[in-house]
Each structure stands twice: as structure tokens, then as C-alpha cells.
């Protein structure tokens, strides 16, 4: 499950990276490919692609104060192929992880596109090598988040946003 934080300023993803140096677990690089057959992930080890399993959205307003998350349920199916159109884009990422503590079941991901000289302008995180453009909350499936261990971890780092 992803938790998405609405209407929350992007441009100000890279100084919030600075401030959870702390947190920081790990990161995980990979290939994004888009193409006229469907999304495609590459890393390491494999080839995949991504069909997406909708679900309905729910809206939580003024969650921690003037915060409203979304709370997707959404995932991707995966099959692994060995094959992909020529007629495609792709993009080289990184998804970076932040926990409050070991045992924390909440992950703060937060992702964006690996830089090199040709994206010197973009807004970049130096610390990560990234222009991030994407940050949610992912928690295990059926994770209730108003339990009041759960809603606590996300109100530390909603907190970390202000």
C-alpha cells in the first residue's frame, strides 16, 4: 500500500532529503522503460513488466494538520520478459528508503531520475544523485493507519515537511 501526501511541493523534495540523512536504510537503482506496449522495469537481476492492478483511492483530509493523504491500494502485477519494443523511452532511477526506526513497519520511498551532465538543470539532491519527483509512504498490505503506533510514525515524518 502507498500513501501519497496531496498537494505537496515537489521543488522541496531535495532540502527534505538533507534532513533525513538520519533515516536513510538503502537504495535501489533501476530502469524505467516506457513503450507503446506497456511500462517496463529493469534491475540487477531481472526484466519485468508492470501491469497495473487498480483499486479505488481513499481520501484522508487534514490527516496531521493541513496534510491529506491518499491512500492507494494499487500495485503492480509483474511478468517477467526477456524482450522489449525498440520503440521506447527509458529512464535510469533510484528509489531511496527512510525508516524511523527497525522495526518500523512505514518506509518513506522517496524516488527520481539518476542525473548526469545534461540535466544540469534540474533540481537536484546531491546527496543522492537524483532529481526527485516522486515521494509516498509504503506500508504493508492491509496496514490499518489509524492505529495509533502507525499514525504516529507518519505524523513524525509528516512533521519533517513543515
Keep these: 500500500m502507498k500513501i501519497y501526501i496531496n498537494h505537496l511541493n515537489l521543488d522541496a523534495l531535495p532540502e527534505l532529503l538533507k534532513s533525513l540523512n538520519n533515516n536513510y536504510i538503502n537504495s ?14 529493469i534491475n540487477n537481476s531481472s526484466s519485468k513488466k508492470l501491469i497495473p492492478q487498480d483499486s479505488d483511492i481513499e481520501i484522508l483530509e487534514n490527516y ?47 524516488e527520481g531520475e539518476i542525473l548526469d551532465d545534461k540535466h544540469f538543470f534540474k533540481r537536484i539532491s546531491t546527496e543522492y544523485g537524483i532529481a526527485p519527483n516522486d515521494i509516498y509512504f509504503e506500508l504493508p498490505e492491509k496496514t490499518n493507519i489509524n492505529d495509533a503506533l502507525v499514525k504516529n510514525e507518519l505524523n513524525v515524518f509528516l512533521s519533517c515537511l513543515n
Design 28 to 41: 535501489e537503482t533501476y530502469i524505467k522503460i516506457y513503450s507503446t506496449d506497456g511500462i517496463y522495469e
Design 64 to 110: 496531521h494538520e493541513n496534510f491529506t493523504l491518499l491512500v492507494d491500494q494499487s500495485y503492480y502485477g509483474v511478468e517477467e520478459v526477456f524482450q522489449i519494443n525498440s520503440d521506447h523511452i527509458s529512464r535510469k532511477m533510484k528509489r531511496c528508503f527512510f525508516e524511523l526506526n527497525k522495526n518500523s513497519k512505514i518506509k518513506l520511498v522517496i
